[in-house]
């Protein structure tokens, strides 16, 4: 699970490229069009604004943003990416930490296959994935599974925003999920370096930080 982040004197964020306006507006349109036309109709997964203009396809299916053009990959376990993303940001002299994101299809094999939503917003790092598009699954009954947990995804992360913007929460501060879609999954969160709470089910980690 994810790791307490050591609290350090808060440093300004640096000024990265920004690509210009509608830059990549054709690529945000060709992966809503993957997900409702490919996908039985899902609800295409959330992108933070500011994550937007760096928004590119890296394989087919798969779209990541990340300002840094760093390599991440779907196929990795969720544990792994999780680590990587909170050690990025503890070497990071960005108070806003890095910020990316990765989503889309990816698998192996005739059924080994998963829909992949992973966002790093320091303090929020969120591994999630959920069966999807195998050889004996079925699309129309998974679409409205995957779109509710899109939906949830998003109102987590609104609702870390809002509770940063409060100063209920600190950007030192850790809430972690991630999950095997064909095994477990597991939510934590970390304020002033104590786990407060930890859970199995994303929805229970949205309740969670309803009532914070």
Not at 119 to 125: D, G, M, N, T
Not at 150 to 175: H, S, W, Y
């Amino acid at each position: 699970m994810g790791s307490s982040v050591t609290k350090q004197e808060s440093k300004p964020a640096k000024e990265k490229h920004q690509p210009a306006r509608g830059e990549n507006h054709v690529v945000q349109l060709e992966m809503r069009k993957f997900f409702e036309e490919k996908c039985a109709n899902m609800t295409p997964p959330f992108i933070p604004d500011d994550l937007k203009p760096f928004l590119k396809l890296s394989s087919p299916g798969v779209w990541i943003a990340d300002p840094d053009d760093a390599s991440h990959s779907l196929y990795r376990s969720a544990s792994e990416e999780l680590q990587n993303a909170i050690k990025r940001d503890e070497a990071s002299e960005d108070s806003n930490g890095v910020r990316w994101i990765a989503v889309g299809h990816s698998g192996h094999g005739i059924n080994s296959w998963a829909m992949h939503y992973y966002i790093a917003y320091k303090p929020l790092y969120i591994m999630w994935a959920m069966s999807f598009g195998g050889a004996y699954s079925d699309a129309n009954e998974d679409s409205p599974r995957v779109s509710a947990g899109f939906e949830v995804i998003k109102k987590i992360f609104e609702r870390t925003q809002l509770l940063v913007k409060q100063g209920k929460i600190e950007m030192t501060d850790c809430i972690s999920h991630e999950t095997d879609p064909f095994a477990e999954s597991r939510w934590q969160v970390r304020l002033k370096g104590q786990v407060t709470k930890e859970g199995a089910y994303l929805m229970h980690l949205l309740e969670y930080l309803n009532e914070l």
